[in-house]
């Protein structure tokens, strides 16, 4: 079993910045993939970005050169800094480790005011 647990959320101004984190406990593989999803009002769940165990890094199109997905493997987190964020931002930010099924954290708010 795999526990996630995300912190930083919270309210911005259009422009402004957050940075999220993702702790994970359990039956870590540091080699697994992780990464960052979100899910706005209405709308499905959506890739924002991911990380490998070697910290390659693939991002969705809308958040390239505004958000940036790292890992600390020693103490099995991964962090979402978000930058320039945009009103579109918007949504629940959900982190996932991929293990032989997908593990999910409870989410957090994201909510950018314009």
């Known amino acids: 079993q795999v526990q996630l647990v995300e912190s930083g959320g919270g309210l911005v101004q259009a422009g402004g910045s957050l940075r999220l984190s993702c702790a994970a406990s359990?039956?870590?593989?540091?080699?697994?993939?992780m990464g960052w999803y979100r899910q706005a009002p209405g709308k499905q769940r959506e890739l924002v970005a991911i990380?490998?165990?070697?910290?390659?890094?693939n991002y969705a199109d809308s958040v390239k050169g505004r958000f940036t997905i790292s890992r600390d493997n020693a103490k099995n987190t991964v962090y979402l800094q978000m930058t320039s964020l945009k009103p579109e931002d918007t949504g629940v930010y959900y982190c996932?480790?991929?293990?032989?099924?997908?593990?999910w954290g409870q989410g957090t708010q994201v909510t950018v005011s314009s």
């Open positions: 990380i490998s165990g070697s910290g390659i890094t």
């Open positions: 359990g039956s870590i593989f540091r080699v697994n993939l």
């Open positions: 996932n480790y991929r293990g032989k099924v997908d593990y």
